[in-house]
């Protein structure tokens, strides 16, 4: 299949190139710990193969009148080293949203969140790995749930907009009310502090079926229940009472999509604490409840119905972009992260082929910095481990140490590691040519 020269952002791309700017982006970062330090000739080889598997992540963020669009491009991408996890030019980038870094035994990916959620980004970079080890031992990894075969044509359900797919004919969005926000020392627009918890799996897995819960309802539980130990030290008279955590939810499994563009919705999840606080155990049946009504195919239809009937609605299309970033701009600021407290994002289990997981020593998870919210956590689970990423802007560590607290007082002790991946030295960014599709006149720029 050979991908088109031009394609439209899915629906819950829209909103990013909006709110980009030279500091800010909506980036996540993943990685990959070897048993070996990575051949970065080899590694570049591998990208190349695996960028071909992976059409739809070749493209990048071009400027209509009315919309933004992406628009193929014909250079290859190229690898380096391990970048700080802050935007990047794409431009300079030989025009590619993504960058695949390699350093000691890591290699490490760093994504755009306009080409595709983390169940993209964690295929594209499982696939990435294994074709970089088939290179360098002449392993067989067989290809599986987070591996494709690259000597395999791309397929065209891999490039469609499953919003627009499974969309329903008529939808709603819930009322929110605005969260609760962990405050404190803002750092500079450049660092972002990161603190890796990891904690048995299986210990985990058994103290959530012990509640009669899922993993990622006992941690949503743990962390609201951080949050409200960190309200109550709160010196502020005046401060909100909801506590509320945003959780992605990926689409795929429950509408039967293919795709490997952005296909993930979200649920919000919490409390509100103003008639006083609540125990962990009354907390985790709010959670468990919640997350159980919210997380069925009828109600996410209707919230993609309800978003995808924005987008397509005339008057809204028919706004120049000139009007339209600024607008879309006000309203995530207004509205955006002021409407959870913090982010739970769960990959789930990473299994992998046998001669695959011989090399495979760790995988990581990371989410970016925020505009408004003090931080993010992201996790997944791989090896026996439960690995836990909190990201955050400001230099108190209170929620962390609150949710460590939690944690240990229900018998789970953390390995903690403490990192600044956006310190980290690295070169200067070198400037990649870049050649794009060429595309019509009046398509797309004028597409509305």
Known sequence: MKAPEWIRLDNASIIYPSCKTRKYATLYRMAVALDEPVNSTLLNAALQTTARRFPGLCYTLDKGVFWWFLRRLENAPVSGPVPAHRPFNFRRNGGYMFKVGAGGNRITLDMFHVLTDGTGGMTFLLTLTAEYLKLRYGSDIPAGKWILDTAQEPQAAELEDSFDAFSGMRGSLDREQRAYHVRGTVLG?????????????????????????????????????????????????????????????????????????????????????????????????????????????????????????????????????FIKRPAINIINRLKGENYCSQVLSNLGNIVLPEAMAAHVRDVDFMLGRTRQRSGSVACLSYGGRLNLHFSRRIAERDFEDAFLRQMASLGLEAAVEHLKPSCAPGEAEKNRPMRWAKVGLFQPYFAI
């Open 189 to 321: 627009r450049s660092e972002l502090n990161d603190i890796k918890m990891s904690f048995p799996s299986a210990a985990v897995r058994a103290r959530a079926e012990a509640f009669g819960v899922t993993v990622t309802e006992f941690l949503a539980a743990v962390m609201i229940h951080s949050l409200q130990q960190v309200r109550e030290a709160d010196p502020r008279p005046r401060k909100r009472a909801s506590l509320k955590l945003e959780i992605p939810v990926n689409l795929r499994p429950i509408f039967g999509s293919a795709t490997l563009r952005n296909f993930s919705s979200y649920v919000h999840v919490g409390t509100d604490v103003a008639n006083g606080p609540m125990t962990f155990p009354e907390i985790l049946a709010e959670v468990k409840q919640q997350k159980r009504l919210f997380v069925n195919a009828r109600r996410l239809t209707t919230r993609i119905a309800a978003n995808v009937a924005l987008e397509d609605n005339l008057a809204i299309r028919c706004l120049p972009i």
